[in-house]
């Protein structure tokens, strides 16, 4: 199992999760579902107590990771598999533009 703390700014908004079997969760953290009930990550994620799940990365996250000469930058560097989606939005999306930032549990948030 793989899973990543995911931000909104610097507010903590749930957690998005690779199972062993390959099944992707994403689930609102309760702290942010009664602080921020109308702000959500994406359109197609509205803020509920809902566990998302899917067998594929949602598309949301997917258009995180880098693409082009960047993913091949970014997969050589850290040497992951091109396929290996989880691995690369861990790695690659930290520090993201935009407002959304994917953390692992082993990273420092005040770096």
Known sequence: MRQGKVFYNDDFAGFITEADDGLYTFAYDAGYIEKF?????????PVTDK????????PFFEGL???????????????????DRMGLLLACCRNCI??????TENSKEDE
């Open 37 to 45: 009930p109308g702000q959500f990550l994406t359109f197609s994620m």
């Open 51 to 58: 566990i998302y799940s899917d067998s594929h990365l949602f």
């Open 65 to 83: 990771i880098p693409e082009g000469w960047l993913l091949d930058i970014a997969s050589e560097s850290w040497k992951i598999n091109k396929n």
């Open 98 to 103: 935009g407002a959304v930032s994917i953390q």
